[in-house]
């Protein structure tokens, strides 16, 4: 998975949603620690700090060791380490950002770890991801379910979709792209997607920013 993670995005293939991730943390001017929970083999961290203006101390977190191994030997100036979302080595209020974009999210760490008014990412997949894979998959296919926004402890600032078609022309690309989803685990799905070698199917990500607030007394 790691390393069709690595082939399909080093490809560019994912680019605009690297950038709106970027801008989205960026956003806040006062943000210099920023930390991607969930950040597989940074290449989101490492767009981010291509388009930055302003010097930003990275971090980056993952359950993948051989993840975690990846992002830091392609980004030495970012510090890595092997961790979960819901237990994450942060000092409380220590960090400026946090990213999670999909991968699980503990809205509880995320508010301890956050400052006052720190922002927090969230990328999530929109009704349409993926959507003509799904069709090769299932036979009634369905759309994913809308993802909630987050209540408790944050107020919704911003929110971003981005969509656009991907025309994939070529064995290695569409291998590389079903490597790196869940499809790639399941033997059906497997089954039915072996040798294909044109993919026509869509993008489609909802990028939420929250700006971290007081939570209310019990």
């Known amino acids: 998975m790691m390393a069709a993670r690595t082939a399909f995005l080093d490809a560019g293939w994912y680019a605009p949603v690297a950038d709106a991730l970027a801008d989205a943390a960026l956003a806040d001017p006062t943000a210099r620690r920023i930390v991607d929970v969930g950040c597989g083999e940074g290449h989101y961290l490492r767009r981010l700090r291509e388009l930055s203006d302003r010097p930003l101390e990275l971090h980056g977190l993952d359950i993948s060791r051989h993840a975690v191994e990846a992002a830091a030997k392609r980004d030495p100036a970012g510090l890595y380490a092997v961790a979960g979302a819901h237990r994450l080595p942060i000092l409380t209020g220590a960090a400026d950002a946090l990213i999670s974009h999909f991968a699980p999210l503990e809205t509880a760490e995320a508010h301890r770890t956050l400052r006052p008014a720190g922002r927090l990412i969230v990328?999530?997949?929109?009704?349409?991801?993926?959507?003509?894979?799904?069709?090769?998959?299932?036979?009634?296919?369905?759309?994913?379910?809308?993802?909630?926004?987050?209540?408790?402890?944050?107020?919704?600032?911003?929110?971003?979709?981005?969509?656009?078609?991907?025309?994939?022309?070529?064995?290695?690309?569409?291998?590389?792209?079903?490597?790196?989803?869940?499809?790639?685990?399941?033997?059906?799905?497997?089954?039915?997607?072996?040798?294909?070698?044109?993919?026509?199917?869509?993008?489609?990500?909802?990028?939420?920013?929250?700006?971290?607030?007081?939570l209310a007394p019990r």
């Open 123 to 214: 990328g999530a997949p929109g009704p349409r991801h993926l959507f003509g894979l799904r069709t090769l998959i299932y036979e009634t296919p369905t759309e994913h379910p809308e993802v909630a926004p987050i209540t408790e402890g944050f107020a919704l600032i911003a929110e971003t979709r981005v969509r656009y078609d991907l025309e994939l022309r070529d064995a290695p690309t569409v291998a590389a792209l079903i490597g790196m989803t869940p499809y790639a685990w399941a033997a059906d799905a497997r089954d039915r997607l072996a040798g294909l070698d044109r993919l026509d199917t869509e993008v489609d990500v909802i990028i939420r920013a929250y700006e971290r607030r007081d």
